[in-house]
Every structure is written in structure tokens, then in C-alpha cells.
């Protein structure tokens, strides 16, 4: 595995004390918490897409898999990079299945929302545009919180070509999530859906607002007018 540890060798050369001190407590790795036991070498995201960059063309299947089994989550994110790479490079000529399959066997492993955030839509998203979609439903009603987020992200490539469907019905389904990340990232699709199509998402606002966790609602009209805004967050919410 002399590529792994070429990998690691280059992701730890750009490590830093600092960051490795301040990223446990942004991406929540106490215990208890969302991130529990994951650990940081302190190394920046530019810099990990550079190294993945350069590593992509020699990099083969078995190593991105030790990567994702790392206790590191810039090794995580980085194997994810060259997956994406490997994926948009595949593609092209009409060989991406392999990497969709690698990605959905390992998705336990994309397990922070940066994880999930970089990759979802990249590689679910653009696979499943011309196909059946019924596995995002599967992960939206799965215990994996993960496997829930990936499936609401994964809709942002299907928003951006004003294709609302998906995001529409699995924002209904995560109404009663519990967790805080979820309802960010369900807003947030809902926000990107409304800047192409307004009138398909404030209806669903208009329908299930009292229903809506706030934090939800709240990035979801972000960008609306502050009126529109202020009418929306006076609208009383009911507890399931």
C-alpha cells in the first residue's frame, strides 16, 4: 500500500497544531455529540484537494477504501475527493457504476456533514439523474443520520436543473427529524429549490410551515423578502 502511505505522508506534511486543536470542537467530536471520537490532523480543505488531485490517477479502489476506514477525518474527506475525481473522470465515458458502488457500500464512512456535503451530489446526485431514485428514500427513512443527510443533499444536482420532486417529497419526510443537522440541510435544499422555482416551495412552506422544525424554515426563506420572511417565522409551531 505504498500509495496510502504516500497520502498520508503528503496530508501530514501540511498539518498544523492549530488546526488540529480548533477542528474537534467545530465539527462537534465530543461525547455525545454528532462527531464523537473523530479525529483531526489540523490540514485545510484546499489543501487536501490538492493532494487528492495529485494522488487521483494512482490511486486504486483498495486504498480509498483504508482511507475511509482512517479514525482521520481529513484521510475521509480526502479518499472522498479522489472518489469524486475517479467518478467525474469515469463519467465521461460512461463508466461511473463502479464508484457509485464504492460510495454507496462505504457510505457509513462519509460520516460528518463536510463529508457528505462535498460528495452527495457529485456522485449520487449526477447518477441517479435519468434513473429510479427510490434508494435516497431508503437512506431519508434509515437510523444513519448520515445516510439521511446524503439523501437530501444528493437532490441539490436534480435543484439545479430545476427538477424539484425529490427534495419536495423528502423534506416532507424529515419534518419529524429530530436533529439540528438535518433540518439545516433540508432547509438549505429548500433554499437553493425556491431560487428556481418560488412558487413550488412556498407552497410547501405554506402547507407544512406550522410543521416545519425552525431551524428548518429559517434557512429556508433566508433569501426572501424580509416581509414575506417575518410572516412566515409568525406562524406558530406545533410540536409532534
Keep these: 500500500m505504498g500509495e496510502l502511505k504516500a497520502i498520508i505522508k503528503d496530508l501530514r506534511a501540511h498539518a498544523t497544531k492549530e488546526k488540529a486543536a480548533f477542528l474537534p470542537y467545530f465539527f462537534k467530536t465530543g461525547k455525545g455529540q454528532y462527531a ?35 479514525p482521520f477525518h481529513e484521510e475521509r474527506l480526502t479518499a472522498l475527493f479522489i472518489l469524486c475525481n475517479k467518478f467525474n473522470a469515469a463519467k465521461k465515458i460512461q463508466q461511473e457504476k463502479e464508484w457509485v458502488d464504492l460510495y454507496l457500500k462505504n457510505a457509513e464512512r462519509v460520516n460528518n456533514w463536510d463529508l457528505v456535503d462535498n460528495t452527495a451530489h457529485i456522485i449520487l446526485g449526477q447518477w441517479l439523474e435519468d434513473k429510479d431514485r427510490s434508494i435516497l428514500y431508503k437512506f431519508a427513512k434509515s437510523t444513519s443520520l448520515w445516510k439521511n443527510r446524503i439523501a437530501i443533499v444528493a437532490t441539490l444536482h436534480f435543484i439545479r436543473k430545476k427538477d424539484l420532486k425529490d427534495i419536495l417529497q423528502l423534506s416532507e419526510i424529515m419534518l419529524t427529524h429530530t436533529h439540528d443537522l438535518m433540518h439545516k440541510a433540508t432547509g438549505w435544499m429548500l433554499r437553493e429549490a425556491w431560487k428556481r422555482d418560488a412558487i413550488s416551495v412556498e407552497s410547501f412552506i405554506n402547507k407544512f410551515a406550522h410543521q416545519m422544525p425552525r431551524t428548518m424554515l429559517r434557512y429556508a426563506i433566508e433569501r426572501m423578502p424580509e416581509p414575506k420572511r417575518k410572516a412566515y417565522l409568525s406562524i406558530k409551531f406545533q410540536s409532534h
Aim: proline share 3%.
Design 36 to 70: 464523537e471520537g473523530d479525529r483531526f490532523h489540523g490540514i485545510v480543505v484546499p489543501d487536501q484537494r490538492k493532494i487528492a488531485k495529485l494522488h487521483t490517477a494512482t490511486t486504486n479502489k483498495a486504498t480509498i477504501v483504508e482511507l475511509l476506514k482512517s
